[in-house]
């Protein structure tokens, strides 16, 4: 059975309580095969308590040194994106004048010829599935109207 922090705290200094009021005069005490003191019960538990506290404080100082770290270095990052746009406003984009500053020029991927070619024909393709067509060759596109026979209207007789 898993206990949190806060139980084992509880249940920690309860025991105390009871050791101090029911067993502050018995000599010793027979726990799991071994025997012990009053004394040395309470100390075991306080030690327990201890542990317990100094951790929650050493947690709470991991997540209060985080959560510092966290907020410097987004306000870091704000810094590093304004230098960078000043340094491109003022010195220009080019690598010696970013490379001083530790800023890279980003570099345009020039795809290579068979993607090239492998792009085009899927657009064909999905032209083709789609029906699509552009403004030229939907110009050309005519409607054909099928004849149909003309049947005389047939004379019914009346009575």
């Known amino acids: ?76 990052n704000a810094v590093l994106r304004a230098l960078k746009s000043l340094v491109k406003n003022q010195l220009g984009s080019t690598q010696g004048a970013l490379g001083d500053f530790g800023f890279s020029v980003p570099t345009r991927q020039i795809p290579d010829e068979a993607t090239k070619a492998a792009a085009v024909a899927k657009r064909a393709a999905t032209r083709a599935a789609r029906h699509t067509a552009g403004k030229r060759q939907k110009a050309t596109v005519k409607g054909v109207v099928a004849a149909t026979p003309a049947t005389p209207p047939t004379a019914t007789k009346s009575s």
Do not use: C, Y
Not at 39 to 65: G, M, N, R, T
């Open 1 to 76: 059975m898993k206990t949190n922090r806060n139980k084992t705290l509880n249940d920690s200094r309860l025991a105390i309580a009871g050791v101090q009021k029911h067993f502050a005069n018995t000599p010793t005490l027979a726990l799991d095969g071994a025997t012990m003191t009053p004394k040395d019960v309470i100390a075991a538990l306080q030690a327990a308590i201890d542990a317990i506290d100094k951790s929650a404080i050493a947690e709470k100082a991991f997540h209060d040194a985080v959560a510092a770290q966290t907020a410097a270095s987004a306000k870091g």
